[in-house]
């Protein structure tokens, strides 16, 4: 019992460390927009805590001057800094440097749009924290962004990823477990297409707060189970998951029209982070049944109490994220 005990406090430290890290490791994100020749409009998003952001900083090549004093706030746990240059010649051929990425553990997604409707989209990295603006990009160098954009947005979705979690502790079989995986991957592929898109449209804090509810329920679903009952989630998952999965698409998407699409090659970017979010997925759903497999070959461990922990520890995590999104509506 105290092995237990001690197994969910450690569970619970790594859910919450989880959420308090997520702040850090997301992506900040840097729009440049051409308004008119060498005139560009700058929206720089850094991760922040309450009103402690990132030391990350945008350093624009030697003939870029301000225009103006820069607008600064915080919103919705970023600190966002808006401001208008002036680079005469244009940055086409010039480089911009992230300061501070070196030695930070987040990644820094730019996308540049120019007066002729020719856009750039790249990530930087603390490995890479400049970039040679080139205007443009080929096909595969825009494949490779959006599909690392897309393994990158799953992997730190620790609520989507609590949701397939869930779903794997619901399920027993394997082959339902994989129709399961299915039905989501399709449904949400079909919203995400949608929406990213225009033909589809949901406010997105209330997608983000049903979200958090989607996972609630599969908590609670979880709690509920007993050998020898089984519950509708049971019976038929892939139902669940593809109703949820509609829902969790309108998400992805969300993080998408943040990215934004080129206006060339739509499609192929499209499709290449929807592949990127299926492979972050898969690598996630890999690792648990590695890990499992893993405990019973060491320890022998029966699994319902087990279940029945990670369902309240679940359903509470999300429950939290419900309120605090609930509360993000009159933000």
């Known amino acids: 019992m105290i092995r237990l005990f001690a197994a969910l406090v450690c569970l619970w430290q790594i859910l919450s460390a989880a959420q308090a890290q997520a702040h850090e490791l997301r992506p900040a994100y840097l ?69 501070g990425l070196r030695t930070s553990l987040t990644d820094v997604l730019v996308r540049l749009a120019n007066a002729d409707g020719s856009t750039q989209v790249a990530r930087l990295t603390p490995e890479t924290p400049s970039l040679v603006v080139t205007g443009s990009q080929t096909m595969v160098e825009v494949a490779k962004t959006y599909f690392l954009l897309g393994v990158e947005h799953i992997l730190l979705g620790f609520d989507h990823l609590l949701f397939v979690l869930a779903l794997m502790l619901l399920i027993r079989d394997r082959w339902m477990l994989l129709t399961t995986i299915t039905a989501f991957t399709l449904a949400h592929s079909i919203t995400l297409a949608g929406a990213a898109l225009g033909y589809l449209s949901l406010p997105q804090k209330p997608v983000e707060a049903a979200i958090a509810l989607s996972i609630a329920f599969v908590a609670s679903e979880l709690a509920r189970s007993r050998p020898g009952q089984r519950r509708t989630s049971e019976t038929y998952p892939w139902l669940v998951a593809f109703a949820f999965g509609l829902l969790h698409g309108f998400g ?75 509360e993000s509506f009159w933000s």
């Open 252 to 326: 992805f998407a969300g993080a998408l029209k943040e990215i934004g699409l080129p206006q060339t090659d739509v499609p192929l970017a499209l499709l290449t982070f929807n592949l990127g979010v299926e492979a972050g997925q898969l690598l996630f759903v890999a690792a648990v049944l590695v890990a499992i497999r893993a405990a019973n070959a060491l320890v022998a461990i029966s699994f319902a109490p087990v279940r029945m922990a990670a369902s309240y520890l679940i359903g509470t995590m999300s429950m939290l994220w419900l309120v605090t999104r609930i």
């Open 31 to 99: 729009d440049i927009r051409e308004t008119a020749a060498g005139d560009f409009a700058i929206l720089w998003k850094t991760p922040a805590l309450g009103e402690m952001r990132l030391g990350l900083y945008v350093h624009l090549p030697e003939p870029c001057r301000p225009k103006g004093e820069a607008v600064n706030s915080f919103e919705a746990g970023a600190y966002f800094e808006r401001w208008m240059a002036s680079c005469p010649g244009g940055l086409k051929g010039r480089s911009l440097t992230i300061d």
